[in-house]
């Protein structure tokens, strides 16, 4: 007997998933719109307005997604219907032949086989299956101006809200590709199965990968929209500036130089949260000669501080803006000092945003004689008004000073610095956190990039609570020292002492050193830290006189910086 292919319980499950999907598809509505409403609130602006836009499309698509698998369920039940009814065709055209083979035989008149009555010949027409189809598009986002508008247009958003948006996408998108992914199986299993109806969903599977494709790289955008705004100090941006920002490519040239220095300094700022660091120095070596120097010209602001450019070129270019902020009328008189220092080549900046509070000063100069790349960050409280009056630089510069030539140090100030209280406060971890990652970056995109510097040991170290970055997980280093250091970000995250050698240096006074005695507080002068101790009499000075003293140049200190001098640069004398 002829059969057709077709596995009714197969084609029952398949109608089950379709509409457990449909229902899914239906739930995440109010979420998204959920996500996006958080999103939008303190938003404004030309990107707030792209963001409904895609938001409106993922809606309509994931809609009509539904509707296209709803619409589905009763054709594969009518096809089930029609696949029993040629079911039964056929055994009753099976049956009625039977009976016409007997019939023939009895006609014989030595047949033995009785004469059978039989009742009409059954349709020998096959039914034919419905035809089974989905037919769905998904659409591209917008995610940029795109050529609406000159870009002067000005938008905010909360970088928090924003990240949130994004959290609560990727969750929906985590979970959607999972229960996608069980509906495409059903599907395929229906189409091994069901021969006998065809089902044509390769194009709309497809088009739903797409769709969530499109998820994802909405997510991603906005993710990089949050960054600049949250480099950038939360304020306003064009969308000129956005749209460079938030590209997954540098910008031309003639793109740079068309943006105004106010534009320029908000780029600097927000940094391009789109592209890696390797495509920011091929985009520069890349460039005409001309280009570049027509950029560290016209935006010096943005070429002196974008990791990526050559150490050399951004201190040059940050020379060239030095000599601009030395004309700001109101400065104090250090402040313009520093400026003009910086200008004429005595001092040298590979990051200059005082706008936003973020500054690397260097010392030293890099060539072959380069051993040693020192890290500094300063300790609490410490703000611009110090760094024009030689505050936190004391230690930095008497290193390199006193390394014969070898050691290049950074006085690493990358973001408004660490205070005693508020969000910025000394015992914020999520804050300490934030700086200790951004050194990383630095120690691998800006240190770890230099041809000398890539070669030379490595050592971080750091003031007070300046030193809890240190110990982040990402700050790799060959030697790490503690000035009177507070508590690490713990034992668990740091290297194998075979791996970093740990010094830390500081009074018997300090009060700092009580952070040890606290159980479960890890501090370079814990008992059982790894950290070599070098421990100095504070005789005849108060304990917090002692803690402050550790990051000066006075007299009375020498013998605390020598001795960290004697175990980065060792001599024979030493």
Not at 445 to 468: C, E, K, M, Y
């Amino acid at each position: 007997m002829s059969t057709i292919q077709f596995d009714h319980q197969v084609a029952t499950s398949l109608m089950n998933d379709l509409g457990w999907f449909a229902t899914v598809l239906i739930d995440q509505g109010a979420h998204r719109r959920g996500a996006m409403n958080t999103a939008l609130l303190d938003a404004k602006g030309p990107y707030s307005d792209l963001l409904v836009d895609a938001c409106m499309i993922e809606s309509e698509d994931r809609g009509r997604f539904r509707g296209k698998i709803a619409d589905l369920q009763p054709e594969i039940a009518t096809a089930s219907q029609k696949a029993r009814e040629e079911e039964e065709r056929l055994r009753e055209v099976a049956v009625w032949e039977a009976g016409a083979a007997l019939r023939q035989l009895a006609l014989s008149p030595t047949s033995p086989v009785p004469m059978v009555q039989q009742g009409p010949q059954p349709s020998y027409y096959p039914i034919a299956p419905p035809p089974l189809r989905i037919a769905f598009q998904a659409r591209g986002r917008p995610r940029g101006r795109q050529g609406s508008g000159d870009g002067s247009a000005v938008c905010s958003a909360d970088p928090g809200k924003l990240r949130e948006f994004v959290r609560q996408s990727k969750a929906m998108d985590l979970a959607l590709h999972s229960d996608f992914s069980r509906l495409r199986d059903s599907v395929t299993k229906f189409q091994q199965s069901c021969g006998w109806a065809p089902l044509e969903a390769a194009g709309a599977l497809a088009a739903f990968e797409r769709y969530l494709t499109e998820n994802e790289e909405t997510a991603a955008w906005v993710s990089r929209v949050a960054t600049a705004f949250q480099n950038a100090g939360g304020g306003e941006l064009t969308t000129r500036v956005l749209d460079l920002a938030t590209a997954t490519a540098m910008p031309t040239p003639a793109s740079l130089l068309e943006l105004t220095d106010e534009e320029l300094l908000a780029l600097a700022a927000a940094g391009f949260p789109g592209v890696t660091v390797d495509v920011v120095e091929n985009w520069w070596a890349g460039l005409r000669e001309a280009d570049r120097e027509a950029l560290t010209t016209a935006a010096a602001v943005l070429i002196g501080n974008l990791a990526g450019i050559p150490i050399a070129t951004r201190t040059a270019t940050n020379a060239l803006r030095a000599a601009e902020l030395a004309e700001v009328k109101g400065i104090s008189k250090a402040e313009r000092t520093y400026w003009l220092e910086v200008a004429s080549g005595e001092r040298s900046l590979v990051l200059c945003l005082p706008e936003f509070e973020r500054m690397i000063e260097m010392f030293g100069t890099i060539g072959p004689n380069t051993t040693h790349a020192i890290t500094y960050l300063p300790g609490t409280g410490i703000t611009m008004g110090d760094l024009f009056k030689e505050g936190p630089q004391q230690v930095p510069k008497y290193l390199a000073d006193h390394s014969d030539g070898k050691g290049v140090t950074f006085v690493y100030m990358d973001r408004p610095w660490i205070t005693w209280t508020g969000e910025r406060r000394n015992t914020n971890p999520w804050y300490l956190a934030k700086v200790g990652a951004a050194l990383g970056g630095f120690q691998r995109d800006v240190i770890g990039r230099d041809p000398v510097l890539a070669n030379a040991t490595t050592v971080v170290g750091g003031h007070s609570a300046g030193f809890t970055p240190v110990t982040w997980p990402t700050v790799q280093a060959d030697i790490v020292f503690s000035l009177a250091g507070s508590y690490s970000f713990g034992a668990k995250f740091e290297r194998p002492p075979s791996m970093t050698k740990y010094l830390s240096y500081g009074y018997d006074n300090d009060p700092i050193a009580y952070i040890g005695k606290v159980p479960g507080l890890d501090s370079p002068t814990s008992p059982d830290s790894t950290y070599d101790k070098n421990v100095y009499s504070g005789e005849g000075m108060s304990g917090i006189d002692a803690h402050n003293l550790t990051a000066t140049d006075a007299e009375q200190n020498l013998p605390l910086l020598d001795d960290l001098v004697q175990e980065l640069f060792p001599t024979e004398e030493g």
